[in-house]
């Protein structure tokens, strides 16, 4: 019994620590006008979306709790950037 209570600590106490480290990238990349566009906790399959934010940012939880990540807008392929002075973030066009 006592196995399955750590087990799940660990979950809880490595989960906080991604999060926080997560956030970090997530107030980095909004500093620096970066438009970020998924923030999601644990490793896909997506469980459950949590909300979007006022920036157009979805907050989702997944299903395996190991992992963070957060997605910028110029991490897809064959796109170019181009910085929007009105709203003070980078364009992405395919």
Known sequence: ???IIWIIIAIVMFSIIVLIHEWWHFAAARKFWVRVEEFWLWIPPRAKKLFYDKKGTLFS???L??????KLTWETP???NVYNQEKNYIIIFI
């Open 1 to 3: 019994m006592y196995i």
């Open 78 to 80: 064959n796109t170019f």
């Open 61 to 63: 939880l997944n299903w």
């Open 65 to 70: 709790p190991i992992w963070g990540f957060v």
